[in-house]
């Protein structure tokens, strides 16, 4: 599908994985369309990671 993008975003501290994945969200313009996000877990030790992958694509704005 031509225009996909991807973008992984991931930390181990889940307010910083929030701050991250929300500014992300934020910064896209109003021409763009999130088409899915995957979310997981990996536990690695006491240590939690958690990531998403944001899958989205630019489109062309509305025309009234």
Not at 26 to 49: H, M, N, P, R
Request: hydrophobic fraction near 45%; aromatic fraction near 10%.
């Amino acid at each position: 599908m031509q225009g996909m993008r991807v973008k992984l975003i991931a930390a181990t501290d889940p307010d910083v994985f929030q701050d991250r994945l929300n500014r992300f969200i934020e910064g896209l313009s109003e021409e763009t369309l999130i088409v899915d996000i995957k979310f997981s877990t990996a536990q690695a030790g006491s240590q939690t990671t958690y990531a998403a992958l944001v899958q989205y694509k630019a489109v062309e704005a509305w025309q009234d």
